[in-house]
């Protein structure tokens, strides 16, 4: 299975045979926290904590589909096996999961007691269909006012067509399991509200109102769980996560390009860049930060934290991108050095999984613009082969390397400082507010 699992044939018994109960409470702890989105390393080591505070000797494997618990007891050795995909992201699930392994190693509550919670952690539901479709629409036209959409008629276009994703998208989600059916659904309306959009002159040329709503479903928190885990060697889980990130881009792209093609419009293979001020960006950058904070199912009296960060981060970007003429890569670098460095000991302390409020936190600096005309230009080489002009080509190699090059910034600007602080200060916290433990933590 692994050498992890290997490596402990040679642990003795530990004199007792492991009671169904606490492993039942163990595999439900560690269910939790791999379907909602903590990191690899951050799951095993509550997992083995918990297994600790109820006398198990058990190690801890995640692979993609399933979760595998190796236990030492007088019986031997077994394995406990979940199926579980790590598709869902839930910061309120994974803080309270971890507010009631706190209280259960703290000896406050006991085992029976920590099950209940478990199980009712496990059945809460997502936020409200009215806040998914309306943070939504706003995350969406805060974009849009972000990369240049200056007309309240194509703002209200894409909060109409993001809104009504979002909608779509909750629908579906109770009629299928596939995870690949919402994007691409969401994305193919924002392409056919994009085309009409288009045709009747409403749209800019940057097609803004087709772009902006498939931007709001870019799976950041997969990307940064995926490399994660590659650096600290997860190999085959971390190519797993990135994989399944890139077909969901992989449908967004589709779905976009097929709803413009249903109204006869393309996307052009590049545009113009449009420079917006100060005070309108920064406040557009919260709003997209509150849009994915919802996403993620974060409590609203903890949303002002990645707001606040959020917006200084743009800020920052916007300084040394208009002011001192950096590149936007080495904008989007810098500032998300500033949210890794400032979000790793809030999310410790806070019990956040890391990827998803990092990518809440830098949500508008995602070059989706550059991916979605990437895509486009490659469509226009396939169809137009060797009667294709230069600029197409050089015009879609320009966009998919800007794109290329922002996500690795964007990545190594976030992953760098945890892993550092995680290294050297892997207790590190900031006294941002008093926790609030077990159930308590849930939205």
């Not at 003795?12 to 409470?25: R, S």
Request: some cysteine; glycine content about 10%; hydrophobic content about 55%.
């Amino acid at each position: 299975m692994s050498n992890a699992l290997a490596s402990q044939s040679h642990v003795p018994t530990m004199g007792y045979a492991a009671p169904k109960g606490d492993i039942a409470l163990m595999m439900a702890g560690a269910e939790l926290l791999f379907a909602n989105g903590q990191t690899t390393q951050r799951t095993v080591s509550d997992v083995e904590r918990l297994a600790s505070a109820l006398r198990l000797h058990a190690t801890v494997v995640l692979r993609w589909g399933e979760l595998v618990v190796r236990i030492a007891d007088d019986a031997g050795f077994h394995n406990e096996i979940v199926a579980v995909e790590p598709v869902g992201v839930d910061m309120s699930k994974v803080a309270a999961t971890l507010g009631v392994i706190d209280e259960l190693c703290d000896g406050r509550i006991g085992a029976a007691e920590a099950q209940s919670a478990l199980d009712a952690i496990s059945r809460c539901p997502p936020v409200s269909l009215v806040r998914f479709a309306s943070l939504a629409a706003a995350g969406a036209a805060a974009l849009g006012v972000i990369f240049g959409a200056s007309h309240l008629l194509s703002l209200i276009l894409i909060a109409f067509s993001a809104g009504t994703g979002a909608w779509v998208r909750r629908r579906l989600a109770g009629i299928s399991r596939n995870p690949f059916v919402q994007p691409f659904c969401a994305a193919l309306l924002a392409g056919i509200v994009g085309a009409v959009a288009a045709r009747l002159q409403v749209s800019s040329v940057l097609r803004l109102v087709a772009v902006c709503p498939c931007m709001v479903l870019v799976p950041g928190p997969h990307l940064l769980n995926g490399t994660i885990d590659l650096v600290r060697a997860h190999i085959s889980l971390g190519a797993s996560r990135l994989l399944y990130a890139g077909i969901i881009i992989l449908m967004i792209c589709t779905g976009l390009l097929v709803g413009l093609a249903l109204g006869g419009v393309s996307l052009p293979i590049s545009g113009p860049s449009s420079s917006v001020p100060l005070g309108y960006d920064v406040i557009a950058a919260g709003v997209a930060v509150a849009a994915y904070g919802t996403f993620f199912s974060m409590p609203w009296r903890r949303l002002p934290i990645p707001i606040l960060i959020g917006m200084c981060a743009h800020a920052l970007r916007w300084v040394i991108i208009a002011a001192a003429g950096a590149s936007v890569q080495t904008g989007a670098l810098v500032a998300c050095l500033l949210v890794g460095t400032v979000m790793t000991p809030i999310a410790n302390h806070l019990r956040w999984p890391f990827a998803a409020v990092a990518f809440a936190s830098v949500v508008s600096l995602i070059p989706g613009v550059y991916l979605f005309r990437m895509a486009g230009g490659l469509v226009a080489l396939t169809s137009l082969g060797e009667k294709a002009p230069p600029d197409v080509l050089v015009g879609t190699i320009a966009d998919g390397s800007t794109a290329v090059l922002i996500i690795i910034a964007m990545t190594f600007g976030l992953i760098v400082p945890k892993m550092c602080i995680d290294h050297f200060r892997p207790n590190m916290v900031w006294p941002v507010s008093r926790v609030s433990r077990g159930r308590s933590s849930g939205a």
